[in-house]
Each structure stands twice: as C-alpha cells, then as structure tokens.
C-alpha cells in the first residue's frame, strides 16, 4: 500500500495502492473454510495476503484512481512468468502497455502522442505504432515495477506506516476483514475463507479502487510484430 510517481508518460496508477480479488459464489454451502486471518494482528493479515498474491501464476488487475485534475482507468492482465498486457487510459485517452522480460512497450494514438510530449513530430512518428522503451530509461522505474508481477506486490503491499484492522464483513460475495493503512487512508480486505487473497482495497478518501479479478486464469503475452515497433534506443544521442 505504498504511493509511486511515475513519468509523464503514465499518471501514477498505482498511488492508491488499492486491491481487489476475485467473487466468491452464493452457495453458502461450496464455501470454503475458515482461514483463520481474522484472528491476526493487521500486520500478520498483510503478510499472509502478500505471500498469497506473490505465489499466484496470474491476475487482472483493473479499476480506477482519481487524481488532482483527472481520473485514470487501469486494466492491466498479468502473467507471473510471461509479462504484462493492458491499458491505461486518462482522460479519454488510452496507451496500451506490454511488458516482457526486460522489453516494455507503449502504442497510443498521435493525438495521444502530442498531448503526452507537447510535440506533434512525436504524434507523427509515435501514433497507433508501438514503442520500445530503452530497459534504462530514466524516469521509467516504476512503470517496470508496476508492470512486474511481485515486485508491484511487492511495493503495493508494503505499508508506510501503522496497520489497523477492521471487524470482519462482506464485500463482492467474499468475507472479508480490513487492514486500515492511516499514513494513506487506505484499507484493504482480505478474504477470510480459502486462500488469504487480497479481495478489495480502497481509498478511504473517495479517490478510487483497483480490483485484483481472475487469479490463476491464463494471461497471454505476446510482444508486437518487429516490424510495427519503433525502438527509441535507436535514437539515443541523436
């Protein structure tokens, strides 16, 4: 649950650092068992969900974050081995994201290009083709961690400051209890039965949520097609 700047390119869509997982069923009978999470101390729960989420081979993430002047719309699909596939969309405006191995890639339309860099030769260049980010690029960094399956978990699940939790109730179908981060005004949910998932996390403050949908299911990642990138390293120095 801790807050990241991110490049001009991409507003900070992870700054809420809120989580959502999967819906439970309505048969109250094919409900699993009581993990016994309710029970911990606030710290104890986030560790238990954090290592739940890391060991998942996948997961959609998606929601919304308000920020200052605008709002951003995340939906981003993760493979834990595979890489990252997605948009992030503000303002109207939608920048698809593939991340793999070490390669990350952006496409977006000219006007989206223009508006990002202030230079309308870019929207030429750049528009509806997809762009390769040099890996060392600075002011990159937390693009790559956002679009890294642990190492977001990783810095989402982190806390800033004191835990408390919350008494136990249900949210989307699923028992819940909530681990309250006050540095942030952030609570996230954690599911009480079965695996101690993440279930939901928002802003206490009305400025968003993201929810953690589809754990395990499959996520394909595929880099684009050489032929439609345009690889940015090639024009470093120029």
Not at 14 to 19: E, N, P, R
Not at 75 to 88: E, F, K, M, Q, S
Not at 119 to 127: P, V
Request: negative net charge; proline residues 5%; glycine residues 10%.
């Amino acid at each position: 649950m801790r807050r990241h700047e991110f490049p001009a390119l991409l507003v900070s869509v992870v700054a809420a650092g809120l989580l959502v997982g999967c819906g439970g069923s309505d048969d109250e009978s094919a409900r699993p068992q009581s993990n016994g999470v309710a029970q911990l101390a606030p710290d104890q729960i986030l560790e238990k969900a954090k290592a739940t989420a890391k060991a998942a081979s996948s997961v959609h993430l998606k929601g919304t974050v308000a920020t200052s002047d605008s709002g951003t719309a995340v939906d981003l699909r993760y493979n834990r081995d595979a890489g990252t596939v997605g948009t992030v969309t503000q303002n109207g405006q939608a920048i698809q994201l593939v991340f793999q191995g070490q390669d990350l890639f952006f496409k977006a339309s000219s006007d989206t290009w223009t508006g990002l860099t202030g230079d309308s030769r870019a929207g030429e260049l750049l528009g509806d083709r997809w762009v390769k980010i040099p890996p060392q690029a600075a002011g990159f960094e937390s693009v790559t961690t956002l679009a890294t399956f642990n190492r977001f978990i990783d810095k989402a699940l982190t806390p800033e400051g004191g835990l408390t939790k919350t008494g136990t109730k249900t949210v989307r179908g699923l028992n819940v209890v909530g681990v309250v981060e006050k540095a942030n005004n952030e609570t996230l949910y954690v599911a009480t039965e079965g695996e101690p998932y993440p279930v939901q996390a928002q802003s206490d403050t009305g400025q968003g949520a993201l929810d953690f949908l589809e754990w395990n299911e499959p996520v394909n990642v595929q880099a684009p097609p050489p032929d439609q990138v345009v690889d940015l390293s090639k024009f470093a120095g120029k």
